[in-house]
């Protein structure tokens, strides 16, 4: 498997796209405030809104850079507006209309004509006819002033180098002084008809299709509320990704709000008219409507996932997982999220409104329903205290509840039976959650699935937390699949725990492979973009246990750093034969290593050279070691067998081939990999050439004879590791900090005929004519 990190097009296939595409508008807005933006025709798009407060306000956003499309479908920057007409047909309800003081107003964010920074403020109302919430708007951006009354308001729009388009969307008795709504109000807008003429009306666009690469894509409501379905859908297709489109429907954007006191909870509350649910909003509603049926058409289907975790802001207090001591249990995110308590009636009875909604919008639309219940658990507080202690758990604990300082460690037996009773109640929990979906599905069929996060549930150094946290009651077949991400042990590059955790998962839960799925992980910041080849590894790992599917988590990052994922060809993948050159060529062979290295001889004489290669790449001639018929005949096999040069294969170089000196026997001190730092758990085998005290030139060693390898930890037999793939010492744990890891081992080259043709005469090698038969180094991956 390959992939690449690009921020930009170099040559890709583009196509064009009208300027102002609806497909490519975003929404924003303030908490506590939702909105959404869907497209509605190739010319059309809606937005649906709902407000709490008087001074809520949402921006459908036109942005000159594309900054949010993947660097090979972005839409070309153009900041330059002048001479440009756009017209379109705006229909509204529930929003303040186009005549009114706070009517939608266009603001233009750029440059004026001396590079300054400026915003304009365009009425709308001014360049439309029509009515307040039916009219047909022409801009020429030529020829458009800001400012309420024209003329004498005028404050003319330079439109050469404009950066944002913004159109506000405010409640009908907007107010500035933000007072709350005794019920919240419900808007909309559509525009149509959408029409740019003149420069600049249509702008360049990648238009890659890359080939399919059997991975499928996670996304999140959290992070794309503010984009339509349809672009969304379209980078997932472009880039390669089909089958399932993992969902995580969020904690902070799907649900409807009541006014509790001075702030805002989530809301069971009866619909009011323009909303058809009662636990979920309306924008969120619509917008999830359009995903359904759009990735229905495409060739996707979208599995809902719904956690235990939600906006602490907008949290009942006595819904909340609680430590010992009454700290709520809270998210790292900034503002946090909170977790719902398993045993509180009105929690769960709220996540199952929220489920049933979601699933009604899937069975309505006629698509399959695949439902995922994401990551429940009990919290674990940074400092290892369990979240056990809310009083709804603490009533059904009952004589069970015990104090447990933290989670790591040995437990008592009184521990352990709390935390087994706990694992009982999130099962049973989950599983009402289960029967609510297929309740509210009716005839259609659901397919269910579990998403564990393992480097939480299975902490080694806190090995009771699978009591409460994956729990036996969900053994299959409770769900249909088991989802498993692992995204610490990722990022460390750790895959032994990964290994260790999936094996104790399948063991514990009984899921066979054929019934798992996988997530790679996760690139948090766009400075760790080192991430990404931690996760392509993970997903040769997932493809080798035979996972059914693997998951990209998340598109908004894959987008971000540019991140393109290539399936290479199964010839490809297996091009080395593990197999040794079948002739003992002795010291008959002859070997070349060669470096390139650029010599450039400046006016004054001197040199400058630059090395291209950090390490020799060799070559041999084995035909001076073919002594007889039968090698020579072995020969021909074996070159046959590896279809000429397509297929690499080992071979022991006479003259180097072992970790101690050249040729000597192997000691499990010869040759330095690494210190440990208590986290790596993966050390590359190497030898070193010339003096350690003076940057030796350094050679992977990919292929070492897996019988001869020694490893030591400070000088002493290592224990509890393993061989991996192109010579990696993979240990079940981490050697502790400043520990010094040595090895010791023979190898072979990883090389290939350097010919697809093998040219022999029987008379002229009976007559002592020695073939020339070269073999070339491969250079592999560690």
């Known amino acids: 498997m390959g992939f690449w990190l690009t921020d930009k097009r170099t040559g890709q296939q583009n196509g064009f796209i009208q300027r102002f595409d609806p497909r490519f508008w975003t929404i924003n807005f303030p908490r506590p405030m939702m909105a959404s933006v869907v497209t509605t025709a190739a010319d059309a798009l809606r937005v649906d809104a709902v407000f709490y407060n008087s001074d809520d306000l949402a921006g459908l956003i036109w942005e000159s850079e594309d900054v949010l499309d993947h660097p090979l479908l972005a839409y070309e920057t153009e900041r330059d507006y002048a001479r440009l007409k756009w017209t379109f047909h705006w229909r509204s309800s529930g929003i303040m209309p186009l005549d009114a003081i706070n009517g ?114 996670a996304t999140a409501y959290d992070d794309s509320f503010n984009q339509t379905p349809e672009r969304l859908l379209r980078m997932i297709r472009a880039l390669g990704y089909r089958g399932a489109v993992n969902h995580y429907l969020g904690m902070s954007h799907y649900f409807r709000l009541e006014t509790v006191g001075e702030g805002l909870c989530v809301s069971l509350s009866a619909p009011q008219p323009g909303e058809q649910f009662a636990a979920i909003n309306e924008p969120a509603a ?27 802001e907008h949290c009942w207090s006595d819904w909340k997982q609680r430590a010992e001591n009454g700290d709520p249990a809270l998210t790292g995110w900034e503002p946090p999220s909170t977790l719902l308590s398993p045993a509180n009636g009105d929690a769960m009875a709220y996540l199952q ?123 299959a077949p409770a769900f249909d699949i088991l989802q498993l991400e692992d995204y610490d042990w990722v990022i460390a590059g750790n895959r032994s725990a990964t290994a260790a955790g999936v094996a104790l998962a399948t063991q514990r839960l009984g899921y066979p492979v054929e019934q798992q799925q996988y997530f790679s992980g996760f690139v948090l910041q766009s400075a ?28 908004p990052q894959v987008a971000r750093d540019g991140f393109t994922y290539f399936q290479e060809e199964e010839e490809d993948v297996n091009a080395f034969d593990d197999v040794r050159f079948p002739i003992a060529i002795g010291q008959g062979a002859s070997v070349s ?65 072992s970790s101690h000196e050249m040729v000597g026997a192997p000691w499990l001190t010869d040759q330095y990999l690494g210190k440990g730092d208590g986290q790596r758990t993966e050390y590359q085998l190497v030898k070193n050439y010339g003096d350690p005290a003076d940057e030796p030139q350094q050679r992977l060693i990919t292929r070492p004879d897996p019988e001869t390898v020694l490893v030591a930890v400070n000088g002493e037999p290592a224990a509890g590791w393993s061989l991996g793939p192109a010579g990696i010492i993979i240990f079940d744990s981490p050697p502790a900090e400043e520990s010094d890891i040595t090895a010791g081992f023979l190898f072979d080259v990883p090389v290939r005929f350097e010919s697809d043709r093998l040219s022999v005469s029987h008379a002229t090698f009976l007559a002592g004519d020695i073939p020339e038969v070269l073999l070339v180094e491969v250079r592999e991956p560690s």
């Open 528 to 555: 760790d973009s080192f991430i990404w080849s931690h996760m392509v590894d993970a997903i040769a790992g997932a493809r080798k246990r035979g996972t059914a599917d693997i998951f990209v988590w998340a598109l």
């Open 104 to 217: 939608p107003t266009l603001t233009i964010e750029g440059r004026d004509a001396a590079g300054d920074p400026k915003s304009w403020y365009v009425r709308l109302w001014n360049y439309a006819s029509g009515t307040p919430t039916d009219a047909d708007i022409a801009i020429e951006f030529s020829n458009v002033d800001g400012g309420f009354l024209l003329p004498g308001e005028a404050d003319p729009v330079h439109p050469g180098d404009i950066d944002r388009l913004f159109i506000s969307i405010v409640p009908p008795e907007y107010a500035e002084q933000g007072t709350r709504f005794p019920t919240p109000k419900i808007g909309w807008v559509e525009m149509s008809a959408i029409r740019t003429h003149g420069q600049g009306a249509v702008l360049d666009t990648g238009d890659v299709m890359l080939p399919e690469n059997s991975l499928s894509m």
């Open 286 to 312: 619509v917008w999830h409507r359009d995903l359904m049926i759009r990735a229905e058409a495409m060739g996707f289907s979208v599995i809902l996932s719904l956690s235990y975790e939600l906006f602490d």
């Open 593 to 657: 290593p060669g470096f390139s290295t650029n010599v450039v001889t400046t006016l004054s004489g001197h040199e400058k050279r630059n090395s291209d290669w950090a390490d020799a790449r060799l070559e041999f001639d084995v035909g001076p070691g073919v002594r007889s018929e039968d090698e020579l005949r072995a020969l021909i096999a074996f070159f046959r067998a590896r279809r000429g040069a397509a297929k690499a294969f080992r071979f022991r170089d006479p003259y180097d081939h």
């Open 353 to 475: 409104a929220v489920a049933r909604a979601f699933t009604a919008i899937a069975r309505d639309a006629g698509v399959a329903i695949r439902f995922q219940v994401g990551e429940p658990w009990w919290w674990v507080m940074p400092d290892k205290r369990i979240c056990l202690y809310d009083a709804a758990a603490l009533a059904v604990l009952g004589e069970n509840a015990v104090s447990i300082g933290g989670i790591d460690g040995p437990k008592t037996a009184g521990q352990k039976a709390m935390l087994d009773q706990a694992g009982e109640i999130l099962a049973a929990s989950t599983a009402d959650l289960l029967d609510a979906v297929k309740d509210e599905a009716g005839e259609t069929p659901v397919e269910t699935l579990l998403l564990a996060y393992l480097p939480t549930i299975l902490d080694e150094q806190a090995p009771e937390t699978k009591r409460a946290n994956l729990p036996v009651g969900w053994a």
